[in-house]
């Protein structure tokens, strides 16, 4: 039986970290088992946003694929292609964009937070406008069944299943209309307890350094409650303790449970052994990190041969879209 196709994208503005594992690369990986992947690098996406200092987009490129492949992402299984490589989503764009009413992307939740969220950085243009036309694109495009995607790229997915409508009632069936395969919000916060996120500088990378995380271990926002060593914690509000819950062994999950509320352990010494487990719980990421950047001819070929996939997919559905609005030439 053929797999059902699934297409996720990640914009390049840096190496990944703990935020992208929890909540979306992990979840990739386990789709990988049942669903034949298309993942890629959203390069022109981060475009919209980082139009006026572009070269963290380049930069980052090679590095997120090998974080992916470092965490396990498999490109035997999975196809990992870059966008700016594959023009045919540009044509794509162009052409559901003669059929996107502006109404549309004006009311788009996400687009309104993120004007205000990036309000220093000026985008109220054009192309941030069309993000999610661009994206629609990059889903049509492998007429996918599903994209997993975070609750805030839902409402992307929901206009892409209306672009594929609308494109379809113009000019006859052309585009299958995906599903959102909702990933979980992960429980895992900044060390501020904001949303982990580059532009908070709260994050801790998949491939940060053990000092490093010391460091940043020390400084993460406990139980904004517990004020002294004697007062009693309140695990179900703490961030570190959400880090044990998925680094530390349940045996001692539950004592530092019992410890926290009882106060019988202190956030210093709660931190240090968190900071242990993790540790240990990225070495092997980490080494696999060091094996691809050792290799990294392997790596280009990787994405070459994925970005090969995408392209034969890809000439067919334009060749079929120029059928369809019949400018064939
Ligand atoms: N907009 C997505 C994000 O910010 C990235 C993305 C671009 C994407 N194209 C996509 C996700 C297509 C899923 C499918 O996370
Ligand atoms: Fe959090 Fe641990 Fe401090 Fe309790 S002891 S508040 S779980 S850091």
């Known amino acids: 039986m053929k797999k059902k196709r699934i297409v996720s994208g990640m914009r390049p503005t840096g190496k990944l970290h703990l935020g992208h594992l929890h909540g979306a690369l992990l979840n990739w990986k386990k789709l990988q088992e049942e669903f034949d992947c298309f993942y890629f690098i959203a390069d022109w996406h981060a475009l919209t946003s980082e139009y006026a200092h572009p070269d963290i987009i380049g930069e980052s490129t090679y590095e997120i694929v090998i974080d992916w492949m470092s965490m396990g992402l498999d490109p035997e299984r999975s196809t990992f292609f870059v966008q700016s490589d594959l023009v045919e989503h540009a044509e794509l764009h162009l052409i559901f964009s003669m059929i996107t009413p502006l109404p549309w992307l004006e009311r788009n939740p996400t687009y309104k937070e993120q004007l205000q969220e990036l309000s ?24 996918a069944n599903g994209v997993p995607v975070g609750e805030d790229q839902a409402p992307h997915v929901e206009l892409t299943r209306e672009i594929a409508r609308r494109f379809n009632h113009l000019y006859g069936p ?12 992960s429980k895992l916060l900044g060390l501020d307890r904001r949303k982990m996120s580059k532009s908070y500088g709260n994050s801790i990378l998949l491939s940060e350094a053990d000092d490093e995380i010391d460091r940043k ?28 819950e998925i680094y530390t062994d349940a045996d001692t999950v539950k004592r530092i449970d019992g410890e926290c509320r009882a106060a019988e352990i202190g956030c210093v010494a709660c931190k240090k052994l968190m900071a242990e487990n993790l540790k240990k719980g990225l070495a092997p990421i980490k080494e696999k990190r060091k094996e691809l950047e050792a290799d ?24 079929e879209v120029r059928r369809a609005i019949k400018i064939v030439n």
């Open 217 to 244: 271990v020390s400084r993460m926002i406990t139980d904004p409650q517990r004020a002294r060593k004697d007062d009693p914690g309140d695990p179900d509000v703490c961030n570190v303790f959400s880090f044990h």
């Open 120 to 143: 220093q950085k000026n985008v109220s243009t054009y192309g941030f406008l069309g993000y999610p036309v661009l994206q629609a694109a990059d889903i049509l495009m492998y007429k």
């Open 174 to 185: 052309v585009f299958p209309e995906p599903d959102t395969l909702l990933t979980p919000t």
């Open 296 to 319: 990294m001819a392997r790596v280009r070929d990787i994405v070459a041969d994925g970005n090969a996939r995408a392209r034969a997919i890809a000439k067919e559905t334009m060749n």
